[in-house]
């Protein structure tokens, strides 16, 4: 198992550009999470989904939008890229078993918007 | 405030010691994580915890679901421990801001 893949691990973007990050898992989690972590901060909630289909905003979804059409696939989308989102992000999937959760996060992606 | 604080947020200690990581919480819970973020960035699960104790290797969790607390200790640390801990309870999954934990040789 390759567990959660995001790609690009870096990128500059230019104001008003648009990007996606990608991310896949190959466990077959139903839980997806996007979180972002900016210097000296916890990680923030951007999107979750909790399977093919679903998905809710969580704290700091403004700028960002998500899909979910498979179970492996939870894209996040930057519509117009503001100095804001400059941070690491992280892709995250759990899987929920009797006596309790397992979290498995992504290598993270560094976004620079200029 | 917080929904999750951590305590310290900056630790050095000699290799050998004991080391214990707090972290304190202000609402109701189902399940607390203890994760480590490596100075690379990656971001690895240590525990799941929803009462008790849970021990792997040389860490020990435990939590306290009454006082709102959690503790992270380390027996005989090590350099290669150094790296930053980070306590997330289970709502929607909120974040304390981390200890960063240096051992020095």
């Known amino acids: 198992n390759a567990g959660v893949t995001q790609t690009p691990k870096f990128r500059i973007l230019k104001i008003g550009q648009s990007m996606t990050l990608q991310c896949t898992q190959d466990m077959n989690h139903n839980y997806m999470y996007w979180y972002r972590q900016d210097p000296g901060m916890g990680l923030k909630l951007i999107y979750y989904s909790v399977g093919a289909g679903i998905t809710d905003k969580g704290e700091v979804p403004n700028g960002y939008n998500v899909s979910r059409s498979t179970t492996e696939d939870f894209p996040l989308r930057l519509e117009l890229a503001a100095p804001s989102q400059t941070s690491v992000y992280f892709c995250a999937s759990s899987y929920h078993r009797t006596g309790g959760e397992k979290l498995f996060f992504g290598s993270g992606t560094q976004l620079s918007v200029l | 405030k917080n929904e999750v604080e951590q305590s310290p947020q900056n630790l050095t200690a000699q290799e050998g010691e004991f080391i214990t990581i707090n972290c304190s919480y202000s609402v109701g819970i189902s399940a607390l994580h203890w994760l480590q973020q490596h100075p690379g960035g990656g971001i690895v699960s240590l525990f799941m915890l929803s009462s008790g104790k849970k021990k792997h290797g040389r860490l020990i969790a435990t939590i306290n679901i009454q006082e709102k607390h959690s503790s992270l200790h380390i027996t005989a640390s090590h350099p290669r421990d150094s790296a930053v801990y980070i306590c997330?309870?289970?709502?929607?999954?909120?974040f304390g801001t981390g200890t960063r934990l240096t051992i020095i040789p």
């Open positions: 997330a309870v289970r709502k929607k999954l909120t």
